[in-house]
């Protein structure tokens, strides 16, 4: 039977506030976590499908990119992954009646909340120009409709195909392969908006936009770094290799200008004394940095390592490139200006630097708090010089440990999902299957949703994702979105993307990870790249939430030959119905893949080769490791103004919604909520409770607004505050982009805020009258 999804919009956000938790996991994550897996599919069903995660015969976590450890046998408890799997398993369905009942405009009006809420999407849907509702369509009709919009364009640059990051190895090399054999390179990926400013700093000083570590690494490590990351929330399972490096000794410092419970004191959930006790603490030093003031805290660090003479002088001369120049350009660093841009204190930088000199090996892990800033690129760079100063790359429990989001967002891109590929990519595709690839770049997000806004671009199409939601400026993107002529959205969900489409869209149902995959030759794996360049399979458990879903695999070979017909040189029938077949191509075009359906079948699976990582090889421009001397950058927020960073809460993943607390932060029961230090939100006359507008201000003049948010003093930084990614995406301008990456600056926007009343729709709330 079907589970019911609540009937009417549950979202009357009315968040309470309690104190900031110290500590991550322990027994609540569980309990919490049984509750939410319960309500969606039962505690049964539940239960014998968390204890597939991540096993040898099992399927990969949907939750993050995190490697799994390498003698797994017990189910290893993720509050994180569980809660992904329980959104994918429910038992409740959006069927046709449900369009029926519901008109476009009707689900336009609902949360983001209320929409994924209702299940999983059982057929494809049609909705045709000037139509109201969806209607059930059959697939080769869809097909259909799909190639004849791509026929109509003038030229194949007018589509754009988008890939979130949960696409398997096998989907996102076809899909590529479509793409660019139907003659565009318009392959934009979640990645442009997260993990891109890595991926340009490290191809460019080490050769390989990939990190350098294995979760060994980790174990080893001296001393870890964590920037800008919130791992408790979104990768909980970093925490146990956090904790095991620790017990092996090692320190662990953490950059961030919000004090994160579960990088204070992690209560291991596989443990025990982890379920009841106290827990492990984890943090060793605290450094409350300000947004953006990264780059500067590592300039500093470099200083201090070159005045001290604390290099390793043989790395630098045998492997690096450029170490002059950074030298002339960090010993002009200035402590002013530091511990402006930092907001830290001079005895804490230098508590820092004696840790880094008592370390033998470090290693550097970020996410989203260095990569979504105007300087990210540079900011990254600057990671890499101070780790190569003293030779921290390419030897054992030392490195560059980007933490990625989406669970194959780093394999997407090794299989060419990619707007800017490589030549040497497009030669092996051209030997391969013996047609011309286009070479001329392709758009990324920000300068796709610019081609929908003026027209140039006609047709989008998504493997995965929800595009609208997750993209930056939402008024514009969803006007952008309205001027295409066509919108198809291969999901599992529903989502805000189904709802503000083109003129036509197409919802096309597809199988999630947890299930079964049997096509004409048998039951069918996947495979996927974790975090460090491991590639292992993934075998679905669960029978497929409803009889007419096709796999990634199966649509997009369905839609090329729809679209492609005789004109094709690739056997896309063969390969829907044996996914070896896919792989042995892999095999001949991507590098490091070689023997793949062989290695894949090994417990465990690969490690894919890293020249730095492994023998100090670094394929960049000048064959070595390159030191970069940008000047140092940080943001500059006039008077009366806050710098704002748009981040996660714990009951989401990106935009899907699972529930409405912030549990680790001590906030329940609602999202429209901002955290401001005491200070800034007197000086803005607001108190602890009151609510207020963000209103974002941009060099153009312009300004954003959004409505109704409940004030909370929290720890942050001075001139600092935080508010939930997707509803706070309205304030950042489309131009608002990374240096180099064009990444869009979520961690870094200039607002004001301006007293309101009373939260929107829920009446006057008490508390001191407006000012
Ligand atoms: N449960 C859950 N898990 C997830 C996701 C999810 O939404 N929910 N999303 C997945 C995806 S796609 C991704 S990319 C990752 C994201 O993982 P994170 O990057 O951890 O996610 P955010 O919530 O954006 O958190 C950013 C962190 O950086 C800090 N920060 C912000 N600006 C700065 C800065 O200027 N300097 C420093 N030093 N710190 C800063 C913030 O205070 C916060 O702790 O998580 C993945 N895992
Ligand atoms: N302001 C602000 N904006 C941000 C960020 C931020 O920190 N601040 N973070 C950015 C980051 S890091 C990222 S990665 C992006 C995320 O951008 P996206 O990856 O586009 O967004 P998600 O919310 O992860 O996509 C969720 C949808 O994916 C579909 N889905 C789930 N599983 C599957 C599957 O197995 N197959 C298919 N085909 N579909 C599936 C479901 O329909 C679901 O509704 O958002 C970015 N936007
Ligand atoms: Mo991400």
Redesign the pocket.
């Known amino acids: 039977m079907a589970k019911k999804a609540p009937a009417s919009d549950p979202v009357q956000d009315a968040p309470r506030v309690g104190a900031p938790k110290k500590a991550a996991a322990g027994l609540p994550a569980v309990g919490h976590t049984m509750a939410v897996a319960g309500a969606q599919m039962g505690a049964r069903r539940a239960a014998l499908t968390l204890l597939k995660v991540n096993q040898k015969d099992g399927f990969d976590c949907?939750g993050c990119a995190w490697p799994e450890p390498e003698h797994r046998h017990t189910f290893e408890f993720c509050e994180n992954g569980a809660k992904a799997v329980a959104e994918?398993a429910t038992l409740r369905r959006v069927t046709p009646d449900f369009f029926a009942a519901h008109p476009v405009a009707d689900l336009a009006r609902r949360s983001g909340y209320w929409l994924?809420q209702q299940g999983r999407i059982t057929q494809p849907m049609y909705l045709p120009e000037g139509a109201e509702r969806y209607e059930a369509v059959p697939w080769e009709r869809a097909f259909e409709l799909i190639a004849a919009e791509l026929h109509e364009l003038d030229s194949p640059d007018e589509a754009v195909f988008?890939t979130?990051?949960?696409?398997s190895n096998e989907a996102a090399f076809l899909f590529q392969l479509f793409a660019r054999e139907f003659g565009t390179n318009n392959l934009p990926d979640?990645?442009n908006?997260?993990?891109e400013s890595s991926g340009s700093a490290l191809t460019e000083t080490l050769g390989v936009g990939k990190g350098s570590v294995l979760l060994d690494d980790l174990h080893r490590a001296e001393l870890i770094i964590v920037a800008g990351q919130n791992p408790g929330t979104n990768h909980p399972r970093m925490l146990s290799a956090l904790e095991k490096a620790k017990r092996g000794g090692a320190r662990i410092v953490t950059v961030n200008p919000l004090p994160e419970a579960g990088l204070e004191r992690f209560r291991n959930p596989q443990t025990a004394a982890g379920l009841a006790g106290g827990g492990t603490p984890l943090t060793d030093l605290f450094l409350p940095v300000r947004l953006g003031g990264d780059q500067a805290l590592f300039r500093a660090l470099g200083r201090l390592l070159i005045e001290a003479d604390a290099l390793d002088h043989d790395f630098i001369a045998e492997h690096t490139h450029g170490f002059a120049d950074y030298r002339a350009a960090a010993r002009t660093a200035d402590w002013d200006e530091t511990l402006r841009a930092t907001g830290l204190d001079r005895a804490d930088i230098e508590k820092l630097h004696t840790m880094v000199l008592d370390a033998k090996s470090v290693v550097v892990c970020w996410a989203?708090g260095l990569t979504?800033h105007k300087h990210s690129v540079p900011t990254i760079r600057e990671v890499v010089n101070f780790l190569l100063l003293r030779g921290n790359v390419g030897r054992p429990g030392a490195g560059v440990c980007p933490v990625r989001?989406?669970s194959n967002?780093q394999g997407d891109r090794t299989m060419g999902i990619f707007e800017r590929p490589p030549a040497a990519f497009l030669d092996a595709l051209r030997k391969e299957f013996g047609f011309e690839p286009p070479r001329e770049h392709g758009l990324d997000v920000v300068r796709a949703i610019r081609a929908l806004r003026d027209g140039d671009a006609k047709v989008f199409f998504?493997?995965?994702?929800?595009?609208v939601?997750?993209?930056?400026d939402t008024d514009v993107t969803e006007a952008a979105m309205r001027r295409a002529r066509l919108t198809v959205?291969?999901?599992?969900?529903?989502?805000r993307s189904h709802v503000v489409t083109g003129a036509r869209a197409l919802i096309l149902p597809?199988?999630?990870?947890t299930e079964k995959d049997v096509q004409a030759t048998g039951e069918q794996f996947v495979t996927v790249e974790d975090s460090m360049g491991m590639v292992h399979a993934s075998r679905g458990k669960l029978p497929p939430a409803a009889p007419q879903l096709l796999s990634?695999p199966a649509i997009v070979c369905r839609l090329a030959r729809a679209v492609l017909g005789h004109r094709s040189t690739v056997p896309w029938a063969d390969f829907a119905q044996d996914y070896d077949l896919i792989r042995d191509r892999i095999a001949r075009v991507v590098p490091g893949f070689d023997d793949f359906n062989t290695k894949v079948r090994r417990p465990g699976g690969f490690t894919l080769p890293h020249g730095p990582r492994d023998s100090r090889t670094f394929p960049t421009a000048t064959g070595k490791a390159n030191f970069t001397a940008a000047p140092v950058e940080y943001p500059h927020v006039p008077e009366g103004r806050l710098l704002l960073q748009?981040?996660?809460s714990h009951d989401q993943?990106?935009?899907?919604i699972y529930g409405l607390d912030d549990r680790y932060r001590g906030i329940k029961g609602g999202r429209r909520v901002v955290l401001v230090h005491a200070d800034d939100a007197a000086a803005a006359g607001l108190a602890d409770g009151d609510y207020t507008d963000l209103v974002s201000e941009w060099t153009d003049g312009s300004e954003r607004r959004a409505e109704g948010f409940r004030v909370i003093h929290y720890p942050t930084p001075r001139g600092c505050a935080a508010a939930y990614?997707?509803e706070?995406?309205v304030l950042?301008p489309l131009d608002h982009t990374a240096a180099t990456s064009n990444t869009?600056a979520?961690?870094s926007v200039v607002i004001r805020l301006e007293r309101t009343g009373h939260a929107p729709g829920s009446g006057p709330v008490p508390g001191p009258a407006a000012g």
């Open positions: 949907p994918e994924g988008y979130s990051g949960r696409t979640c990645s908006m997260c993990h989203m979504q989001g989406h967002v998504a493997m995965g994702g929800n595009f939601a997750a993209a930056p959205h291969v999901s599992t969900k529903l989502n597809t199988l999630g990870r990634e748009t981040l996660r993943y990106n935009t899907t990614y997707p706070t995406n950042i869009p979520s961690k």
